[in-house]
Structures are given as structure tokens and as C-alpha cells.
């Protein structure tokens, strides 16, 4: 499920009993260094948003940062909320699964929410911070 889009990233759900999310730029770029430094700055600031809102909402053990692209060959970088509780803890979600417990975690779907609002003020801000300098160059030119 699609969480944000907007015109250089977007968001989806990875289906999990931990709050998942994988950040993709529209753009399939295979490496980071492949993409304008413009875009690697914005998908670091959409992962310290991601990041933050986890970490708010949730209250997680530990947020884990993953960027492998072996199976899916282009960048994208997976934020997971993990739980001492959860069924892999303290192993990786792709590791072995050590137990089997139901964690009793707030609304996925008011999450979204909130996550969604503040990515697209973020955005709403970048495209008029670029219409700004924009203007101001060729005003300069």
C-alpha cells in the first residue's frame, strides 16, 4: 500500500507485524551516488521524518535502517519500528524468527495519517523554497 507520493518519492507499506515502511525515489536509480545530490538530501530528510514520526508514535525498542537493493536492484531504503516483543527480536526481519507474539501497537492507519500531513507539508515547503530560488536566479541573470 502506498502511504505518500509526490513527483521524487514515495512511500509503501511492507507487510509485517512491525511497522514497516520502504522509502523509493520515482526515479529507479541503482546506487545512491547514481541520484543528484538534491534528491539524496530529500530522501535523507524523508527518512529523518519517517524516523521520527516511528519513533514518536510507537515508542520502539530500536528503529532499523536497511538499503541492500539485491532483490530489487534500485535505491530504496526500508525503516522498520522493532520491539523487544516482536517475533524476530533481536534478530533482523529477515533473519531467524524466534518466538510468536501479537504486539499491541497503535493504529497503523492514524500513523499513516499523521506521516502522510507532515511529509506533504515538507514537500509543499521544498517546491516553494525551489520556486523562491528559482525566481531569485533568474532575477539575478
Do not use: C
Not at 508514535?57 to 536492484?73: C, D, E, Q, R, W
Amino acid at each position: 500500500m502506498i502511504v505518500y507520493k509526490d513527483s521524487e518519492i514515495y512511500i509503501e507499506t511492507e507487510e509485517s507485524q512491525v511497522p514497516w515502511l520502504k522509502i523509493f525515489t520515482q526515479e529507479p536509480f541503482r546506487e545512491l551516488g547514481d541520484m543528484p545530490k538534491e534528491l539524496r538530501r530529500r530522501l535523507w530528510e524523508v527518512y529523518d521524518i519517517v524516523e521520527f514520526y516511528m519513533n514518536f508514535y510507537y515508542k520502539p525498542t530500536k528503529i532499523n535502517m536497511a538499503s541492500f537493493g539485491n532483490m530489487l536492484p534500485r535505491v530504496h531504503i526500508h525503516v522498520m519500528a522493532r520491539f523487544k516483543e516482536d517475533n524476530y527480536f533481536p534478530n533482523p526481519m529477515w533473519g531467524e524468527k524466534l518466538r510468536d507474539t501479537e504486539l499491541k501497537l497503535p493504529s497503523q492507519e492514524q500513523f499513516h495519517k499523521e506521516l502522510h500531513k507532515a511529509l506533504s507539508n515538507q514537500f509543499t515547503s521544498l517546491q516553494a523554497d525551489r520556486r523562491k530560488s528559482g525566481g531569485e536566479r533568474r532575477k539575478r541573470n
